[in-house]
């Protein structure tokens, strides 16, 4: 475990009471004396090599390590952390005038209400109005909106949204007016806590 620090103040006191307890004469240790001089200059080394020997502890086991040390350390024997989820879901692209097909390609980015979390459309072979060769969402003549796949750009929770909260698209789309999610977000999931991450070592 980590070692229990003492501070610069305890350090000087406990060298005058061992120092002054070693002799039978009373040495004087006042404010500009050598004596207060050396003891404190002892208390700074002593500060200086606990912040050394904690740093090495903390690093030394699983047990003590944090973040990116720990991941350093389960790496070496093949552990690896689960990673962020970015959220994703369905959007629906909408336009006020359908004389003409319109395509929303991939790539395109969209922002919450607030402009505080994009989204970018990626590809969803599964949508049957994503088109191959075009790389997009096609809206042939007559349609007035399509469902697209995005995806948060920021991996974790910040990418769950409530519903109708995507509504700016921040990329220009010929022919594209509006957007909106219909349906909440609620599959983005942060990267498993340190606690977890050592935890589940022993579970396996």
Same mark, same amino acid.
């Given at each position: 475990?980590p070692i229990e620090f003492k501070s610069f103040e305890t350090l000087v006191q406990d060298q005058v009471v061992a120092i002054q ?12 004396? =050598?004596? &207060?001089?050396? /003891? ?11 912040? &050394? ?7 030394? #086991?699983?047990? %003590?390590?944090?973040?990116?040390? +720990?991941? *350093?350390?389960?790496?070496?024997? #093949?552990?690896? #952390?689960?990673?962020? =989820? ?8 909408? #336009? ?6 319109? =395509? ?5 980015? /969209? ?5 505080? %979390?994009?989204? *970018? ?9 994503? @088109?191959? &060769?075009?790389?997009?969402? /096609?809206?042939?003549?007559? $349609?007035?909106? %399509?469902?697209a796949k995005v995806q948060c750009n920021t991996a974790g929770t910040i990418g769950n949204v409530v519903a109708n909260e995507i509504t700016f698209i921040s990329s220009? $789309?010929?022919?594209?007016?509006? $957007? %909106? @999610?219909? +349906? ?21």
């Amino acid at each position: 475990m980590p070692i229990e620090f003492k501070s610069f103040e305890t350090l000087v006191q406990d060298q005058v009471v061992a120092i002054q307890g070693a002799t039978m004469e009373n040495i004087d240790f006042n404010v500009g004396t =050598v004596e &207060l001089a050396q /003891v404190e200059a002892n208390a700074g080394m002593g500060i200086w090599l606990e912040y &050394l020997a904690n740093a090495i502890l903390a690093q030394a #086991r699983a047990q %003590t390590s944090q973040g990116a040390d +720990l991941d *350093t350390w389960m790496a070496q024997f #093949r552990f690896y #952390r689960v990673g962020a =989820v970015a959220a994703s879901g369905n959007c629906t692209f909408s #336009r006020f005038t359908t004389t003409e097909s319109a =395509v929303v390609p991939v790539g395109t980015v /969209v922002k919450t209400t607030d402009f505080a %979390t994009s989204f *970018t459309v990626i590809e969803d072979t599964t949508n049957p109005n994503f @088109n191959i &060769l075009l790389n997009g969402y /096609v809206m042939i003549a007559g $349609v007035g909106s %399509t469902l697209a796949k995005v995806q948060c750009n920021t991996a974790g929770t910040i990418g769950n949204v409530v519903a109708n909260e995507i509504t700016f698209i921040s990329s220009t $789309v010929p022919g594209v007016d509006t $957007v %909106t @999610n219909l +349906l909440p977000f609620t599959n983005g999931k942060e990267a498993e806590s340190d606690a977890s991450f050592f935890h589940d070592l022993f579970c396996i």
